[in-house]
């Protein structure tokens, strides 16, 4: 299916691997011009390279922490118009709720709250004018089904997932869709480090912890981002403008609701 975004502009954040990295690939193979910001300059310009490599398509690497006022105007110097907007920031640390600080609530909002927000403000009239705009927000499986030991991530995903409901539906009828991406398990540093968290407080391996939650996932295996990425960008195609104000799981049927 050719998904209508060639030659659309995309910015996607956290893109120098995991989930974010998947979602730049799958866009740079739909023929996107994708700028990817991530914090390692290195890492980010080596994975323009390769992304460029594998699609031929523009691939345009920001070193910048994304959750900085800083790191967002150079973001969007480099892509000042974006068609596409994949918000992405890596996830608070776990914790049990009795030993968060109000530091790192503050933080955990700015990451996965505010910073997704600041760049929904600075980019959705552009997208409303040219009357096209995808905007995919990735959060967690933890919007739909919160895990204990994530506390700071359950409350700023939360918030930001309600903060949208309202706009995607306010900005519809411009052709300007906003989702959000629910990962449950999938290959990331980011799961990594859960899974080790969670095994040391039960006192087993990383490997017992990752077949214990495997056992849990109807389908039997931990996600690959690159399927996550394809989920993706459909959901910045132009076949995908009727569907917004969506939190959409992607965890292999690990979630056992109906809603």
Not at 11 to 30: I, P, Q
Not at 196 to 222: F, M, Q, W, Y
Not at 232 to 248: D, V
Request: proline share 5%; aromatic share 4%.
């Amino acid at each position: 299916m050719d998904l209508g975004i060639r030659g659309k502009s995309a910015l996607v954040c956290g893109a120098s691997k995991g989930l974010g990295r998947g979602c730049a690939e799958s866009l740079a193979r739909e023929g996107c011009i994708v700028t990817i910001v991530a914090r390692g300059r290195a890492q980010v310009e080596q994975a323009a390279k390769d992304i460029a490599a594998m699609s031929g398509a523009s691939v345009i690497p920001v070193a910048a922490d994304i959750t900085t006022p800083e790191g967002r105007a150079a973001a969007l110097a480099a892509c000042p118009d974006p068609d596409i907007l994949v918000t992405n920031a890596g996830g608070p640390p776990p914790g049990h709720y009795r030993d968060l600080t109000r530091e790192q609530w503050l933080a955990a909002l700015n990451a996965n709250m505010l910073t997704p927000i600041d760049l929904i403000q600075a980019t959705i009239d552009g997208m409303i004018a040219r009357r096209f705009g995808r905007i995919v927000n990735i959060t967690s499986s933890t919007v739909k089904a919160p895990i204990e030991i994530l506390g700071l991530s359950n409350g700023a995903r939360a918030g930001l997932t309600g903060f949208v409901a309202g706009v995607a539906r306010s900005v519809a009828k411009h052709n300007v869709t906003i989702n959000g991406l629910l990962p449950g398990f999938f290959d990331t540093d980011r799961i990594r480090s859960v899974l080790k968290a969670s095994a040391a407080a039960k006192s087993a391996s990383v490997n017992d912890e990752l077949s214990e939650r495997t056992r849990g996932i109807p389908a039997g295996r931990i996600g690959d981002p690159a399927e996550f990425g394809e989920a993706c960008a459909f959901l910045c195609s132009a076949q995908a403008g009727y569907i917004t104000g969506q939190n959409i799981l992607i965890d292999g049927g690990a979630y056992p609701g109906t809603l």
